[in-house]
């Protein structure tokens, strides 16, 4: 059994659950576009690029843009989604997510950041939870979205610790694959029918102890 080093979390859907905001403001844009798609197939743009994501959803409604207009319906989903970020407060933070951050830092163990949003600095700050992480690896970092293993392997670089010395927590089932590609542990947070390629799946951080780790 390999001592684990570091911790390294998505954000959107594990520390906070910006999923619905992501939601809401892709369906906006599909409305806008005279079209609309489920909570189903919503579940195939988690921890999917920003521009990725508008590919896909431009599929399902048959619509097809120019590049420049691509550009300009990201910024607009974009904006939509910083105005209800904007009004996120700490309370957001998912149950059981700084208590067991706490127990990792008291333990110490690193604890890192690995998301493809763009955004997460601001979303860290808004909930206050900025200085919990030694390194924040996102959107802005990286040249190859999850699931490639990238954003997880400059977490574990940047903590210091070997990929096998990672466990990672995932909500998507791409960034469970990322994790798995970079050959780390991986704990799906949220639904074990979905998460099927997780070592287990915890509902929420209530469930999480450091004793959990050592697997
Ligand atoms: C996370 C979310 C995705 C989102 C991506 C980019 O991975 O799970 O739903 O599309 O980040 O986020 P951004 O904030 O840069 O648009
Ligand atoms: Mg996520």
Redesign the pocket.
């Known amino acids: 059994m390999t001592k684990i080093k570091a911790c390294l979390f998505?954000?959107?859907?594990?520390i906070v659950d910006t999923?619905v905001y992501h939601f809401q403001a892709w369906r906006r844009l599909a409305n806008e576009l005279g079209f609309d798609f489920t909570e189903h197939q919503n579940e195939q743009l988690?921890?999917i690029s920003r521009m990725e994501s508008l590919e896909l959803i431009l599929n399902w409604g048959n619509v097809s843009l120019t590049e420049a207009e691509k550009v300009e319906w990201a910024t607009r989903k974009n904006d939509w989604y910083l105005d209800l970020v904007k009004l996120m407060t700490p309370n957001e933070v998912l149950p059981g997510v700084a208590k067991f951050l706490t127990d990792l830092r008291e333990a110490g163990i690193k604890i890192a950041l690995g998301?493809a949003s763009k955004n997460s600095k601001l979303i860290l700050e808004r909930i206050n939870m900025l200085d919990y992480f030694d390194a924040i690896i996102d959107g802005n970092n990286i040249t190859k979205g999850k699931p490639d293993p990238q954003v997880f392997l400059m977490g574990a670089e940047a903590t210091n610790a070997l990929p096998s010395e990672c466990v990672v927590f995932?909500?998507?089932v791409a960034?469970v694959q990322a994790a798995k590609a970079g050959g780390m542990k991986a704990i799906g947070v949220g639904s074990a029918d979905v998460l099927t390629e997780a070592d287990f799946v915890i509902a929420t951080f209530d469930e999480m102890t450091l004793e959990r780790l050592n697997f």
């Open positions: 998505d954000l959107d859907g594990v999923a988690k921890g998301s995932e909500d998507a960034g």
